[in-house]
């Protein structure tokens, strides 16, 4: 069995050419054809078969028949087609998506290296106020020690100044 497949010639498809059909809601009443001239209607609707036939015959002309292998491989061919078709647009998807997931990332990655650059920044602020710390209690006890020695002399020249005051 053969099925019919319409191809286009270089010369393009034959089309139909026809006069629309007349509008019967009053606007344009025409006389029953009874009525009307036949030697005026007659040509008209005979060049309009004429150019029907010939549209048809190039119609027919261009078709192509194939066999029914044929047209199950076409078939087939155009399956595939469509299931590309649907395979790449998938993989446009993901490729838009993974350059999405891409920006996302390099966007994380500057804020994970802003991060550490903070923590770096307060690290060395950490060590800096150790420091400082240490110069303090090292300040502290040395104030601390020098109030201790003072501590004793005034001690000594109470007990001097009370010694001297019993022996008077």
């Known amino acids: 069995m053969s099925r019919p497949y319409h191809a286009q010639h270089g ?5 139909l050419a026809m ?12 006389p029953p054809l ?6 005026q209607t007659l040509p008209a609707t005979l060049a309009d078969a004429r150019d029907a036939a010939s549209a048809l015959r190039d119609l027919v002309q261009d078709a192509v028949y194939l066999d029914e292998e044929s047209y199950s491989n076409a078939v087939d061919h155009t399956h595939y087609q469509d299931k590309l078709h649907a395979q790449q647009k998938c993989l446009n998807g993901l490729e838009n998506e993974a350059a999405a997931l891409r920006a996302e ?8 290296a802003a991060a550490a650059a903070r923590q770096r920044e307060a690290q060395m602020q950490i060590v800096e106020l150790q420091q400082e710390l240490e110069n303090n209690a090292v300040v502290f006890r040395m104030h601390y020690q020098e109030l ?21």
């Open 105 to 112: 990332l390099e966007r994380k990655d500057e804020l994970l």
């Open 34 to 39: 009874a009525l009307q001239d036949w030697a």
């Open 11 to 15: 010369h393009g498809t034959a089309a």
């Open 148 to 168: 201790l020695t003072r501590n004793e002399e005034i001690e000594r020249l109470k007990a001097v100044i009370e010694g001297l005051q019993a022996g008077s």
């Open 19 to 30: 006069k629309p059909l007349p509008i019967l809601d009053g606007s344009d009443v025409r």
